[in-house]
């Protein structure tokens, strides 16, 4: 299947990655969109997103996210889902960042496979350091989740991991585990190679359902412009 050797390199360098525990800076901000083609129980789909972060303090940034999937063969398994939250910096230092996270969600896409079709809060906690490897910038982070909707209720665990691997080339990787009612258990992996070009970010990657609950994997593209 798709992307076997992707696996296990690859989000964005340390001081930019988007959706993790660190703020932007006031004035400052990062808007991305990706596409991805991917299957789910052997039938073909489409994945696309939009998101958006800006500081709006050097403490406060403010997020914002569309999602659309899309089965023609299967179109009851179709959603579409958006997310808006402000995500507030706890303690900060050189090397150190901790967040907390809280805004409102709807409709299925964000969650994926798993994704509940209702209006709901989301919560989010974690920390992330920046570092060293190699004499090249890195990253890791870890993030506890909690998705309330009508309903429906997922608990979910996010953990990833970046290296600049040259000025202009970097590669992370990413671990998110969740569970919760209805819906079965989740475990993901998603790989991504980064190139650089002043301000935009090209990049591409490969996402793969671990559980046994249901088969679905994905091979996307990605640009993001920084400002």
């Known amino acids: 299947m798709w992307g076997r050797a992707l696996v296990c390199l690859s989000v964005l360098p340390w001081p930019l990655a988007s959706a993790a525990p660190w703020v932007q800076r006031e004035g400052f901000g990062y808007a991305r969109a990706s596409i991805a083609a991917e299957t789910l129980d052997d039938e073909q789909g489409w994945r696309s997103d939009a998101f958006l972060e800006y500081g709006v303090t050097d403490r406060w940034t403010a997020t914002a996210k569309l999602e659309t999937v899309t089965h023609p063969q299967i179109p009851e398994e179709d959603r579409l889902g958006g997310r808006v939250t402000l995500r507030g910096s706890i ?8 967040t907390g996270e809280v805004g409102f969600i709807q409709g299925a896409a964000i ?11 989301e919560w989010r906690g974690g920390a992330a350091v920046s570092y060293k490897l190699f004499a090249r910038n890195a990253y890791a ?3 506890m989740v909690r998705r309330d909707h009508e309903a429906c209720l997922r608990d979910r665990i996010e953990m990833g991991a970046g290296l600049e691997l040259t000025q202009s080339l970097s590669a992370s990787a990413q671990l998110w585990i969740e569970d919760g009612e209805p819906s079965a258990p989740s475990e993901k992996i998603q790989t991504e190679l980064l190139w650089r070009r002043g301000d935009a970010d090209y990049s591409f990657g490969y996402r793969k359902e671990l559980g046994n609950a249901f088969e679905e994997e994905s091979l996307f593209l990605a640009f993001a412009h920084r400002f």
Do not use: A, H, I, K
Not at 91 to 98: A, F, G, N, R
Not at 111 to 121: A, F, V, Y
């Open 91 to 98: 303690y900060e230092t050189d090397v150190l960042s901790v």
């Open 111 to 121: 969650g994926g496979r798993n994704g509940c079709d209702t209006p709901g809060m």
């Open 141 to 143: 982070f870890g993030e």
